[in-house]
């Protein structure tokens, strides 16, 4: 069971979020970072959930090397270097022209210069090098 209300307050207006017996009375900016914090985390999981399955049964990639490929792929989101979001990242051909990249709403663009099978195998040899890695880190 999870509730969300609003109450007016001596000092302003609160946000009350109820999980089972649990109870939060949360200041309007707090509850809108706790909100953020929520989407944040959905939309992480969904597409962990998503990278797993494509790497399953579309690469019959076992499942202890597809949880590399996301402790990896999480290590990389949280790294400070990452751009703005942490998600988006680029794979690039061995003379440094992009591929295909990633971008932070999860739009997968590729370069028109490659064919879909170039950019698939070069993301198929970076999943191999990630998850041939030991702890998941190339």
């Known amino acids: 069971m999870f509730q969300v209300e609003t109450i007016l307050s001596e000092t302003g207006g609160k946000v009350i979020v109820r999980l089972a017996e649990y109870e939060a009375q949360l200041d309007p900016l707090d509850a809108q970072r706790f909100a953020l914090a929520l989407v944040e985390a959905a939309a992480s999981a969904r597409a962990e959930s998503w990278l797993v399955k494509f790497l399953q049964e579309q690469l019959e990639v076992e499942i202890g090397a597809a949880a590399r490929v996301i402790a990896s792929f999480r290590d ?11 998600m988006p990242f680029t794979i690039v051909s061995n003379d440094a022209r992009e591929i295909f990249r990633i971008t932070a709403d999860g739009k997968v663009i590729v370069n028109p210069d490659f064919t879909l099978d170039e950019a698939t195998s070069a993301f198929w040899r970076a999943v191999e090098k990630v998850a041939a890695a030991p702890g998941g880190k190339p």
């Open 76 to 86: 990389y989101r949280s790294a400070p270097a990452a751009a703005p979001g942490g």
